[in-house]
């Protein structure tokens, strides 16, 4: 059974930095797309990043130049790291691994930028 959990969220002032980080358990990693997205209240679940198997990356406009997504497939870890923070960054973040038609995701970590 594949489970992802994230760790890392919290509260940041703007302009600060948080690491996400995912635990990947109950396959191999590096079979695995992988990726994050965000839900903010009252809005609809965006994609963030993503990672492919070969480790190409993909980023959503508003993050670019500011988050970089990265695995560690000998650990099964999916990180995010996030920079520059903006209140708009707001939301709850989750991880998923991708294979196929098959998509699993994390339970989420709260991220709240506020002064």
């Known amino acids: 059974q594949v489970q992802l959990v994230e760790s890392g969220g919290g509260l940041v002032q703007p302009g600060g930095s948080l690491r996400l980080s995912c635990a990947v358990s109950g396959t191999i990693l590096k079979m695995y797309a992988v990726g994050w997205g965000r839900q903010a209240p009252g809005k609809q679940r965006e994609p963030v990043a993503s990672?492919?198997?070969?480790?190409?990356?993909n980023y959503a406009d508003s993050v670019k130049g500011r988050f970089t997504i990265s695995r560690d497939n000998a650990q099964n870890t999916v990180s995010l790291q996030m920079n520059s923070l903006k209140p708009e960054d707001t939301a709850v973040y989750y991880c998923?691994?991708?294979?196929?038609?098959?998509?699993?995701w994390g339970q989420g970590t709260q991220v709240t930028v506020s002064s």
């Open positions: 998923y691994a991708e294979r196929g038609d098959l998509r699993y």
């Open positions: 990672m492919t198997t070969s480790g190409n990356t």
